[in-house]
């Protein structure tokens, strides 16, 4: 029956949400849906720099744990970890930061390895680095790059290694569908990292994407990630449609069946690597109430496959058929 059915159950790879531990806690419906649903777990923020690490000797583990008790006590859901090393999301006291490269240098490697251990057997993988590459190519000149040189992003990798030798390791950014300096850059440092044994497992494609975007470029995208040889998570996916910031716009018929069909190219193009490659899905976040895109565009959307009340759209069940 219908009511059997789950992402978790018809997809032949891991599918998943990144929740909001919040909503996690309070929101049956939203608990609901990740319980049932979903096979791998994200914290949408908890396990960011400023939410786990809020002072230089303070740690805050409390929604992270909530997070991974909520995955092992419904059905051993694979949780993944986002993330280590990110540009935004930081404490002022890093931000602010006034000692020398090698004490920041501590900083990095602590942060990492003290959160890599916290949680090793518990967390599977994680996004090492996140967004480190302007959409031009360049090597954004984040805090992290301006202390600590270009090479902090294979350090980070190594650190990560060290705490947990089985934890697979990704390095996740956004724009593989558009920009293809930024997609190239990004190919030519794993490349340079499987060259130097530096230890990177991974791929995390975010595809937060407007529904107007091509399928040439979407495939273009997952097959240059599985090129590498490395596994390919898509690892933030909503689809948007209102990427004109039409004020007042509605749902229409004719845009949840537009909507439905990218959701389906993603999925069936991301099916099509070959099966030890596909480290899975993950959407950002649950329904469509739930999702940051609304207020970055500062306009109404309703990027996911849940709507506002956690009910299946079109996109869920072009999702299954997908790979049918
Ligand atoms: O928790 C505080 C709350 O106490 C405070 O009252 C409120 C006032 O602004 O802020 C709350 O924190 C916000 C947090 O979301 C939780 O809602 C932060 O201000 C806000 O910056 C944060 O935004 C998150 C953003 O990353 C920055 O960390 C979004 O929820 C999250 O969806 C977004 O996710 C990113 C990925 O990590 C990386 N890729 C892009 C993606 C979308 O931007």
Known sequence: PASDTSLQKMLPFKFGG????????TNTKYADVAKHEYNSITAEN????GALHPQENTYNWTDADYLVNF????????VHGHTLIWHQSLPSWVTNYSGDSAAFENIMKTHIQTVVTRFK?????????????EDSGVLRNSIWR???????????????????PDAILFYNDYGHEYSSAKRTAITNMITDFKNRGIPIHGTGMQFHMTVTQSDANISTAINAAAATGLKVHIAEL???????????????????????????????????IPAAQKYGITTWNVGDADSWVPGWLGAPDWP?????????????YSIINAVK
Request: hydrophobic share 40%.
């Open 71 to 78: 995955a092992q006590t419904n059905g051993a859901k694979r």
């Open 146 to 164: 301006q202390k600590l040189g270009d090479d902090y992003i294979a350090r980070c990798f190594q650190y990560a290694n060290q705490a947990d």
């Open 238 to 272: 909503d689809i948007r449609l209102n990427n004109d910031k039409v004020q007042g716009l509605t749902f229409t018929t004719a845009m949840a069946t537009q909507q439905a069909a990218k959701y389906g190219y993603v999925v069936k193009t991301f099916n099509a």
């Open 121 to 133: 057997g518990k967390v599977t993988s994680w996004d090492v680095v996140n967004e480190a590459f």
């Open 46 to 49: 908890a396990m960011k720099f």
């Open 18 to 25: 990144a929740v909001n531990i919040n909503l996690l806690r």
């Open 304 to 316: 996911l496959p849940f709507d506002a009340v956690y009910k299946r759209k079109p996109a869920y």
